[in-house]
């Protein structure tokens, strides 16, 4: 079994920082791509940003310029720094990681229980 366990969301006013983490735990033999996904009320869960395994890296044309995705191998952890902060990035953001548990299984996508963001002032 494979947990995704999110930490530091919290309150921030606009235009200040917060940086997200991301640790995945269990059975894990490598993580290919991570995501950051939000999701506010009445809205469809969105992607923030992706990494690869290898660092490569993209964003959401809303998030571009402010956020950076980037990750630890060696600790199976990624991280979300977010600079900036905006209302409107206010939403509940998800870790999703593809896993492969063992060197020939097929990738598992997981998701994590997700951690409160709220930028006001």
């Known amino acids: 079994q494979v947990q995704l366990v999110e930490s530091g969301g919290g309150l921030v006013q606009p235009g200040g920082s917060l940086r997200l983490s991301c640790a995945a735990s269990?059975?894990?033999?490598?993580?290919?791509?991570m995501n950051w996904y939000r999701q506010a009320p009445g809205i469809q869960r969105e992607l923030v940003a992706s990494i690869s395994r290898g660092g490569s890296t993209t964003y959401s044309d809303s998030v571009k310029g402010r956020f950076s995705i980037s990750r630890d191998n060696a600790k199976n952890t990624m991280y979300l720094q977010m600079n900036g902060l905006k209302p409107e990035d206010t939403a509940v953001y998800y870790c999703?990681?593809?896993?492969?548990?063992?060197?020939?299984?097929?990738?598992?996508?997981?998701w994590g229980q997700g951690t409160q963001v709220t930028v006001s002032s």
């Open positions: 269990g059975s894990i033999f490598s993580i290919n791509l």
């Open positions: 999703n990681a593809d896993v492969r548990v063992v060197w020939n299984s097929p990738l598992t996508n997981y």
